[in-house]
């Protein structure tokens, strides 16, 4: 039988998780109450904060025994991811949370498969939720109220999270593909072009377009090494240049590597490579003054890459490229790298553009399996769209 758990601070939150519970108990979902508090609790629990504690790789004491609060949180955040993502009973997962206990259900929350429901109810909703989300699919629901005790509006909140959880849990989704998964990177101005793409893939591939914003990469590469992706057309490398020149959509290091790691059938291009991103004007680093820029709205500001920047980004990118043992085929669309990046547009540089390209050259180690070439297209032309996917189509 699965349960939904219900996972909190008993200690301080003990009233809203046995309210919590109880809701989703009535519903005819069967119910696990797990407690990551660090002392006694107010409640009567199924699985107490010591033997959560005691899937720290220290042992419980490494979580219980020290007077720190920051350290017994950062300690149950790593004894609870252990704990949840070792189970095998979980319909959905519900946590109940202030700046503690949101850092330690969510922590344990990432590392369950995507689909599985999540739902954190957290003081700390309506913020930046990034570092408690991340590349995962977690719900966070705003607490409206702090978690002090019971009230009209807490009760209502709980009722409507505990009847989401469950529903989420009874209905779980039963759906199979049967074609293979393939992960595709799109932004803007690379869209007309992976659109197409994917017209073109869908009746054979399942395909999964993700927005290269720094999180869609990364997720991108999750599902990589998951094995859930069977290809990638990694069209648009752009979170590179945020990455490399101080933008707000970055990739990390790690941008790539999933590819090398896994061997994985990779088409990729230099979609975007013309900008870094920025949010509103002025909030664009002193140090940028006097560059080009594109106000593509008023909260996003795009930059336009020199050529010496464009030296540096290809460089990086064909030394990755080099470290990958499966098939790579890199396409460079000589006529532009964006909607902005073409004969008349505001970031058409083709000297900019040719630095990129001749650095991806010069630090791409070619092999009879991982292969670079020119098109002399631009990359949202259809023709550049058919050669992307008679390419991809050839080495999977």
């Not at 922590?107 to 990034?130: E, H, Q, W």
Request: charged share 20%.
């Amino acid at each position: 039988m699965k349960h939904v758990y219900v996972v909190g601070t008993a200690d301080t939150k003990g009233p809203e998780l046995a309210y919590l519970a109880d809701v989703i108990a009535k519903t005819g979902v069967p119910v696990i109450l797990v407690d990551v508090g660090t002392r006694a609790p107010a409640i009567k629990v199924v699985i107490s904060a010591a033997e959560v504690a005691g899937y720290h790789p220290d042992g419980s004491e490494a979580v219980l025994s020290g007077d720190d609060r920051g350290v017994a949180v950062a300690a149950m955040s790593t004894a609870f991811s252990n704990f949840i993502n070792g189970r095998q009973d979980i319909a959905g997962i519900i946590g109940v949370g202030g700046g503690g206990g949101t850092s330690i259900v969510t922590a344990g929350m990432r590392g369950l498969p995507y689909g599985l429901p999540k739902i954190m109810v957290s003081t700390l909703a309506s913020g930046d939720v990034g570092p408690y989300v991340d590349i995962s699919d977690i719900i966070m629901m705003p607490s409206v109220t702090d978690f002090a005790g019971l009230n009209h509006l807490s009760r209502l909140i709980l009722h409507n999270a505990g009847n989401a959880i469950s529903g989420m849990a009874r209905a779980s989704y039963s759906g199979q593909e049967d074609k293979a998964s393939v992960g595709l990177t799109m932004f803007g101005v690379t869209t007309t072009g992976v659109t197409a793409m994917v017209e073109q893939l869908q009746s054979s591939h399942d395909c999964m377009v993700f927005h290269a914003t720094g999180v869609g990469g990364r997720t991108m590469e999750k599902l990589v090494d998951d094995g859930v992706l069977s290809g990638v057309l990694d069209i648009t490398t752009t979170e590179i240049c945020d990455l490399l020149v101080g933008g707000v959509l970055p990739a990390t290091q790690a941008r790539l590597d999933a590819i090398a790691r896994t061997g994985v059938p990779y088409v990729g291009s230099c979609g975007a490579l013309d900008m870094v991103n920025f949010w509103a004007p002025d909030m664009v680093p002193a140090a940028f003054a006097g560059r080009l820029f594109y106000h593509h709205n008023s909260n996003v500001t795009l930059m336009r890459t020199t050529a010496e920047e464009c030296r540096m980004i290809g460089a990086w990118i064909g030394s990755k490229l080099s470290a990958c043992k499966g098939p790579v085929r890199f396409l460079i669309p000589e006529r532009g790298v964006s909607a902005l990046d073409i004969e008349g547009g505001v970031f058409f540089d083709k000297q900019a553009d040719e630095a990129l390209f001749s650095a991806i050259e010069q630090a791409f180690e070619a092999t009879a399996d991982r292969r670079i070439e020119r098109l002399p297209l631009h990359i949202n032309d259809p023709e550049f769209a058919k050669a992307a996917v008679d390419r991809f189509l050839s080495i999977i």
